[in-house]
């Protein structure tokens, strides 16, 4: 399995949270990831998921998505999960993927329910439902909110019953997210770090290899094959 966060698409040109050029640098999180926040100002908040979603938009995969893909062909289970809420993973085309924090192109109304989905959402220029007149929230998972019950129990299975988990992109200090590598090892699993940095789980890792997911990862795929080969000779 893999556990990605934002680093895997910093690669498609999304910026990432933490680190020099991290969102959470130049703009406040309790301003913008936060339901109090939401109902001072829907108008800011709204604007700001627009514009993100704009940005993921226009993104395309990038080599470490399209690895993670060809990865499950490799084995006869393998699930992303996935701290972002930018569905590059779907769109490079994997199949299993859990999605802790939501995901940025899924709004619904708070009011009555009612789901505005995709890039229809954004036409219609409006933050209040049209059914209602209640805000649409996007249906993400901001500061102090509940992971959905259903992703969060899937990821729960899948680490403790994985092999090897592959840790992508991600600083590994947003809870519970970062406590699914501990479960992993728990269970006798392996932890594979790839970051361009260190992070508090590298000492931790079984392996921790520092550089941009989209090579490592590849070659991590061209190695498994090629000893694949190698075994069958
Ligand atoms: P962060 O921004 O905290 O961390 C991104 C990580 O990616 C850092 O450790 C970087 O060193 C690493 N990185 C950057 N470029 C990379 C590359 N090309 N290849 C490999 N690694 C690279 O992002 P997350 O860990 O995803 O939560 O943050 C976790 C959560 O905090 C997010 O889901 C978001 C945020 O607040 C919510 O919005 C609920």
Not at 160 to 189: C, H, Q, W
């Amino acid at each position: 399995m893999a556990l990605t966060g934002a680093g895997i698409s910093a690669e498609s040109g999304i910026p990432t949270f933490r680190g020099t050029d991290g969102i959470w640098n130049k703009l406040k999180p309790e301003e913008l990831a936060d339901f109090g926040a939401f109902l001072r100002n829907p108008e800011l908040v709204s604007e700001w998921y627009k514009h993100r979603r704009q940005v993921t938009r226009v993104a395309k995969p990038n080599g470490a998505h399209l690895a993670l893909v060809e990865m499950a062909t490799l084995f006869p289970i393998f699930a992303v999960i996935t701290q972002n809420i930018d569905n590059l993973h779907e769109r490079a085309g994997s199949e299993t993927v859990i999605e802790l924090h939501g995901n940025i192109e899924r709004n619904y109304c708070l009011g009555c329910g009612k789901r505005y989905d995709g890039e229809e959402f954004d036409k219609n220029g409006s933050f209040k439902c049209n059914e209602c007149g209640g805000l649409i929230r996007p249906d993400i998972v901001w500061f102090g909110e509940m992971l959905p019950t259903d992703q969060w129990n899937a990821a729960e299975a899948a680490a403790s019953e994985a092999d090897i988990m592959f840790v992508v992109g991600t600083s590994a200090v947003v809870y519970p997210a970062a406590n699914l590598p501990m479960t992993v090892k728990r269970n006798s699993g392996k932890i594979v770090e790839i970051n361009t940095e260190e992070t508090p789980l590298s000492e931790f890792a079984d392996v921790s290899i520092q550089g941009p997911a989209s090579e490592v990862l590849s070659e991590i795929v061209n190695g498994i094959k090629e000893f694949r080969r190698d075994a069958k000779k």
